[in-house]
């Protein structure tokens, strides 16, 4: 569930989604990890900053000024490494079309911090909209082999070993049916939902948050609702149960929030928001267990 986005969503993949390696025409397998390496060093200095501006309910207009040019600085710094890379033509190409698609986030990254200078308080909305270019050039360098770069989350897909929350290696048939048609009914939601991110976690404004929170939650139980209307497999129906009442239990939580925000109290609505969003990550990780690959994002 992406309500969890303000505290994870910027962490590692939206630096990425570009990548490569190399000198003296240099292997494929050589090219991605020198790209990796790029990548995984940008990681390590921009984190902090994606923390503590993602901290409490969305981005504070005063972090926004302070941050946003120093995530810029680094962004720009990964882009240019990057594009300095050599190696496989196709790798080559790969890199320069990423790297078309990290500079338009770039560039919005850079209005939201003049938004933010001159007090805009939804500076943020600008900064979530360039969100969509850092995700085009992560798939393109997944696509083509990057762990790091293009990285999903904070995960950075090396190894291949099963974590907490790791889906199942093998799963039942009839297992596999219920979940394909339960992600088909989380893609519906999240496809409406998505439009909705940049307002709610990107606006100062305690109005906007509360007017996407009215837009989210009624797509949030419609959601839960028709899972609620499957039928799943007897092996899965004491989880699929618990799963949809902890989301029960969490859109109750966000209509307190969204009177919170209602009020106009900004130090509460921080942190109530941040509760809320907690209160999604054990459902959203027994979706992970069980298989599920919309449903939990």
């Known amino acids: 569930m992406k309500l969890k986005l303000s505290r994870v969503l910027l962490t590692g993949s939206v630096v990425l989604g570009l990548a ?44 926004l000024k302070e941050l946003l040019p120093k995530i810029s600085r680094e962004l720009k710094a990964v882009s240019r490494d990057l594009g300095e890379l050599e190696g496989p033509a196709d790798g080559e190409k790969v890199v320069a079309e990423s790297l078309k698609d990290i500079d338009k986030g770039i560039a919005s990254i850079d209005a939201a911090a003049e938004e933010a200078e001159k007090g805009n308080e939804n500076a943020g909305e600008t900064l979530f909209s360039g969100f969509e270019n850092f995700e085009k050039a992560d798939e393109k360098a997944r696509a083509y082999g990057f762990k790091v770069c293009g990285s999903e989350d904070d995960e950075e897909g090396e190894g291949g070993e099963e974590g907490e929350g790791a889906a199942p290696v093998d799963v039942p048939a009839d297992q596999q049916a219920f979940i394909d048609q339960g992600d088909a009914i989380c893609k519906k939601a999240l496809d409406q939902l998505e439009p909705l991110f940049g307002q709610l976690f990107g606006s100062a404004n305690m109005a906007r948050r509360a007017e996407a929170l009215g837009k989210v939650i009624p797509l949030i139980r419609e959601q839960n609702e028709a899972l609620k209307a499957l039928t799943p497999p007897p092996a899965i129906q004491d989880q699929m149960k618990e799963i949809t009442a902890a989301y029960d239990a969490g859109l109750v939580k966000a209509e307190e929030v969204k009177a919170i925000a209602e009020s106009g109290d900004k130090a509460k ?29």
């Open 20 to 63: 490569a390696c190399g000198d003296n025409t240099p292997t494929k397998a050589d090219f991605i990890a020198e790209g990796d390496a790029i990548c995984r060093k940008g990681d390590a200095k921009m984190d902090p900053f994606f923390e503590e501006l993602f901290s409490g309910g969305g981005p504070d207009p005063e972090k």
């Open 269 to 297: 609505y921080d942190a109530e928001f941040e509760k809320l969003g907690m209160s999604f990550d054990e459902p959203d990780a027994e979706f992970k267990k069980l298989g599920f690959k919309e449903c939990g994002e």
